[in-house]
């Protein structure tokens, strides 16, 4: 009779799957989360961001989709963050800049003003000025309304904040509009689209991440 028998010992081979996973599954864990943070943070900044504002300079949409990790969260070089999210197990997408106002917009609100009016910037004035460190400080109301220049106004009907171009009287432009509140209505699908690309990015790199090192740890023994 001709026979062939094959055996297996699971006994080596149960020690070879514990000693992969206690080297192997923190760093497919590790890598995965890294792959899908700048996954994620490059759609927000390229798309996601742009259908929310006019992207005026890169520098702003990279502070607000900062990558980091902890409870607070704090913004990380590739460096520090592959150590960090390693020990954490653990990626923050969020806006280092901590504005009140980019929260209004990823999930909509009142803003109500510490004074008696909110400073609404000129569209067409101050708001193009806006950086990622927010408005300048020369053009904000304080600063202005110190300026011979600038002056309070009434211009039909709605209170303003005004400026001379030259020494002349006019012509002047609207630096800000004056309200009792603003309604800020929800345009940055932040979360939204975060979440959307986790659940669909996060898995498919944790296979891909787990199959590669699945067939370089055993592919020389198996």
Do not use: C, W
């Amino acid at each position: 009779m001709v026979q062939v028998s094959i055996r297996m010992n699971f006994g080596a081979l149960a020690r070879d799957v514990s000693n992969f996973a206690d080297k192997e599954m923190n760093l497919i864990a590790r890598n995965s989360l890294l792959d899908t943070g700048f996954i994620t943070q490059k759609h927000l900044r390229t798309q996601t961001y742009g259908k929310a504002f006019h992207p005026r300079q890169s520098a702003f949409k990279n502070v607000i989709t900062s990558l980091g990790s902890g409870r607070p969260a704090v913004a990380l070089s590739r460096g520090a963050l592959k150590t960090a999210v390693g020990r954490n197990l653990e990626i923050v997408i969020f806006d280092k800049s901590n504005k009140e106002y980019m929260q209004r917009h990823a999930t909509g609100g009142i803003k109500r003003p510490e004074g008696n009016h909110l400073a609404i910037p000129g569209r067409t004035t101050v708001e193009p000025k806006r950086t990622g460190r927010g408005i300048p400080q020369r053009l904000r109301p304080s600063t202005l309304l110190d300026k011979p220049k600038a002056f309070i106004a009434i211009i039909n009907g709605q209170t303003v904040i005004a400026r001379r171009r030259r020494k002349t009287k006019y012509p002047i432009e609207v630096m800000h509009i004056l309200e009792p509140t603003a309604t800020i209505r929800k345009s940055f699908n932040f979360y939204e689209d975060s979440a959307r690309l986790f659940r669909s990015v996060f898995p498919q790199k944790y296979s891909d991440n787990f199959n590669a090192r699945m067939r370089r740890a055993f592919k020389t023994k198996y």
